[in-house]
């Protein structure tokens, strides 16, 4: 269905974005000396095998014990250093709540956690390592900035971005191979909101992996003669609002998509936004509360509610309460 | 650093010891059980062993670092601190009060000099040091990193992923200190959660360790810390069971936990402050 499309941003490969974050820490490794990494037994999952083995003096392996690993990292902070952790998205964020809580984000330590395996799209491991909670947990600590980009390319440049932006980061990632549709020497800004496609009857505010479902989404309305403005926000927090706000006040509709619960996720800092400013119709695609289950990543966004023809429906129905 | 005698030493813990009794009273609330405990050790520190700049900066490059760990006890730190000159001694009238920069536990949010985090939740500070530590290594900056833990806090599972980490990884320029006074919040710890026999775990994850018999006797609490300084760069980590009486220095006070988290009232404070010379004069 996608190559009879005429989808505004095309691929011809696919990657993992994982795989954008470890060459963008190898990149990184060889510009800043400062920049050192840490990781919890998942050196293969994470693809920071490359820069261990170019800098072995600057990676430590810590085994399995993720709250020891956030502890050091903060330590690490003092003498200037910029730790960057590497384990599951799940590992990276509940598991380690209290410690990133009071070590890193109270004492604004400049720490990068970077977190792999990322909601649904994990696939066959399970609910267990699932996580679609993690971008609420994060967004709520006061200091915490968060980003989860889209696709191989914008996960590398956001892995550059962060480590000239000093304090906590957490960024987040995925497994599965995904089209590369964002372009390699893009420039990443934190905080500020990509405009990818002008519209006037709906904005279509999406994140990570849902940004590619969101570009087939609006290739499929407009065959149906609706123009959709797409926006991918990549920085979850500080969100862009001036941007959120001139699209909506020009559209008059909203729609997110995310692959995480709905419940503390982007589409709510979305809502809280314009109920704030210009309260206006949304709909939310993501998880309704529930855990996910193994599975092939593609069914697994389908069941749960969360590929591109969902979001065509949601899109509907918030033009038509307008 | 000019060295002072023993005896000077004890009567500026005379005066931490009121400071420490006046915080808590004058907020009614706080932990002064561990922070009465503790106080030699941590004279012990800033005014005879730790090569630090009062003049403070975050990264501490060519200083020694300490990271309190269980930092409830923060009344002695605060007291310390300020002794030592991060802070004019007046702003410990401030201690848990609204807008102030001596919070309950310690923080960096409101920039008080000489605190690197923030602690409280226990069983995070020893992961920071190492971490404090591995990174002076990295910096081929040879001076020390200190920590200071309490031994309910033993019970936290974080302690012992980090205690399993800092020999893998060979951080011999660290001494962690554990004040072993047998209390915690609900009772003794042998009834709490027995922590059984602290020398032999330790030394089983690859510490050296060496034991403190009288961590309020400030002569030994010294040479123990010179002899933890001399057991340094051989590979492995030190940690030093400092055994204190929770308390210590007020007789009503001293080896229960019924002080952990309690204030004294003005007759206590009054009776307190009397077993207790004023050497520095008073904030």
């Known amino acids: 269905m996608e190559k009879t499309l005429d989808t505004k941003y095309t691929y011809t490969e696919k990657k993992d974005t994982r795989s954008g974050f470890g060459d963008g820490f ?4 060889r510009k800043n000396e400062n920049v050192v990494g840490l990781c919890a037994d998942l050196i293969g999952s994470l693809k920071m095998g490359a820069f261990q083995k170019e800098f072995p003096d600057r990676f430590f392996q810590v085994g399995i014990s993720e709250a020891n690993m956030m502890g050091l990292a903060a330590g690490m902070t003092i003498g200037g250093k910029i730790p960057f952790t590497g384990t599951f998205a799940n590992f990276s964020t509940g598991r380690v709540y209290d410690q990133i809580r009071q070590s890193i984000a109270y004492s604004e330590k400049n720490v990068k956690i970077c977190a792999s395996h990322a909601g649904l799209t994990l696939g066959e491991d399970g609910a267990t390592h699932q996580i679609l909670e993690d971008m609420g947990m994060m967004k709520m600590l006061p200091n915490m900035t968060v980003i989860n980009p889209c696709d191989y390319n914008q996960t590398k440049a956001a892995t550059l971005a962060i480590a000239d932006y000093e304090g906590p ?3 987040r990632f995925g497994r ?3 089209p590369i549709f964002t372009p390699a020497d893009q420039k990443f800004e934190i905080g500020k909101a990509w405009k990818m496609i002008e519209g006037k009857d709906v904005s279509l505010f999406a994140t990570g992996h849902l940004v590619w479902e969101a570009v087939v989404a609006e290739a499929m309305l407009r065959e149906e003669g ?3 403005e797409l926006i991918n926000i990549h920085t979850i927090k500080p969100l862009d609002t001036e941007a959120v706000l001139a699209s909506v006040a020009k559209t008059g509709c909203a729609v997110t998509a995310e692959e995480h619960q709905l419940n503390g996720g982007l589409g709510d800092s979305i809502a809280q936004t314009l109920i704030r400013n210009n309260p206006a119709p949304q709909e939310f695609v993501g998880v309704d509360d529930s855990f996910g289950e193994s599975g092939k990543p593609v069914d697994l966004l389908e069941k749960y509610g969360l590929n591109a023809a969902n979001i065509v429906k949601a899109v509907k129905k918030a033009i038509s309460r307008k | 650093m000019e060295k002072h005698s023993t005896e000077k030493l004890q009567a500026i ?16 609330s706080g932990h002064p059980g561990a922070s009465l405990g503790c106080t030699e050790f941590f004279v012990a520190l800033y005014f005879d062993q730790l090569k630090h700049n009062k003049d403070f900066n975050m990264d501490g490059t ?25 802070f004019g001694t007046g702003e410990l009238a401030t201690f848990r009060k609204i807008n102030s920069r001596l919070q309950g536990h310690p923080a960096t949010e409101e920039g008080l000099p000489g605190i690197r985090v923030a602690s409280g939740s226990l069983g995070q500070g020893l992961s920071v040091a190492i971490g404090a530590a591995l990174s002076k290594k990295m910096n081929g900056d040879n001076r020390t990193v200190y920590a200071l833990m309490g031994d309910g806090e033993q019970q936290e599972g974080q302690i012992w992923e980090a205690a399993m980490c800092a020999p893998h990884h060979k951080v011999d320029n660290l001494i962690a200190s554990i004040d072993v006074n047998g209390q915690q919040i609900d009772g003794p710890t042998h009834e709490i959660m027995n922590l059984l026999d602290l020398k032999a775990k330790w030394e089983a994850f690859g510490w050296e360790v060496i034991v403190t018999e009288n961590g309020n006797d400030i002569s030994q609490v010294i040479q123990s810390l010179e002899k933890a300084k001399s057991l340094l760069g051989k590979g492995k980590p030190v940690l030093n069971l400092l055994h204190t009486d929770m308390g210590y220095g007020v007789d009503f006070m001293v080896g229960t936990h019924k002080w952990h988290g309690v204030a ?15 050497t520095l004069g008073d904030y």
């Open chain 1, 176 to 178: 599965p191979s995904w």
């Open chain 1, 26 to 29: 190898l990149e990184l490794g």
């Open chain 1, 169 to 171: 980061v957490y960024l």
């Open chain 2, 62 to 86: 060519g200083e020694d670092l300490f990271f309190l760990s269980n930092g409830h006890i923060s009344p002695v730190w605060y007291s310390v601190l300020a002794r030592s000159g991060y």
């Open chain 2, 13 to 28: 813990c005379s005066q931490v010891r009121r400071d420490i009794l006046r915080m808590v009273h004058s907020c009614q």
């Open chain 1, 226 to 228: 609706i123009s959709v």
């Open chain 2, 264 to 278: 004294p009232n003005d007759e206590q404070l009054e009776k307190a402050l009397a077993q207790l010379e004023e």
